[in-house]
């Protein structure tokens, strides 16, 4: 199972301005830098809470359909699907019918059923990872803490800017990791 995220449509969580603010600079200059750190510090904020902090298209594969129960999309918070391919036993790519089932959005992490009355088509049993969910995850405003932890890890990224300092930094800063753990999606698997 694999998941890839395949274009970036939503805005970040914050702007230079408020990184700028956050971070105590004064001077003008570095607006591009910093909207490089929050890109970077948006996306370890992702990496460590397995959620989607902006919108974003993803396309995540796995070696069949379930024989009971939902597939479940490995990136919430889930806003919509978009298709569902898979590779019939013939070894051409279909797409099944959006009246075939259902998204649940509602809670983490999406989910999708097969409609009341309906059937997973066959796929092919030598192909490695036969479907492919197209969807569409993030928040339109991302919560609180993960903007304030992408400020913190902005603004200590912006005083830091060498991989060596005089103090050892092994991990990530405390106020970061409690902030980020009160958002975190775990897979169980």
Not at 5 to 30: F, L
Not at 76 to 88: A, D, H, K, N, R
Not at 95 to 114: H, Q
Request: glycine share 6%; aromatic share 6%.
């Amino acid at each position: 199972m694999a998941l890839e995220q395949v274009e970036v449509t939503g805005d970040e969580p914050i702007d230079h301005e408020d990184a700028k603010r956050h971070s105590r600079v004064i001077a003008g200059g570095d607006d591009e830098y910093l909207t490089l750190l929050i890109s970077a510090a948006r996306e370890l904020c992702e990496h460590e809470t397995n959620r989607a902090l902006i919108r974003a298209t993803y396309k995540q594969t796995f070696a069949g359909f379930p024989a009971c129960g939902p597939l479940v999309l490995d990136r919430p918070p889930l806003v919509s699907v978009t298709s569902i391919e898979y590779v019939g036993t013939d070894g051409q790519v279909a797409t099944v019918a959006t009246d075939d089932y259902e998204v649940s959005a509602v809670g983490d992490p999406g989910r999708i059923s097969l409609a009341h009355g309906k059937s997973w088509p066959s796929v092919l049993s030598t192909a490695a990872e036969p479907v492919t969910v197209t969807f569409v995850a993030g928040y339109d405003e991302a919560p609180h803490r993960i903007k304030q932890a992408i400020r913190l890890l902005v603004s200590h990224w912006y005083e830091h800017r060498e991989a060596v300092t005089e103090r050892t930094m092994a991990t990530l800063p405390m106020a970061v990791v409690s902030l980020l753990n009160a958002t975190t999606w775990e897979t169980y698997r």
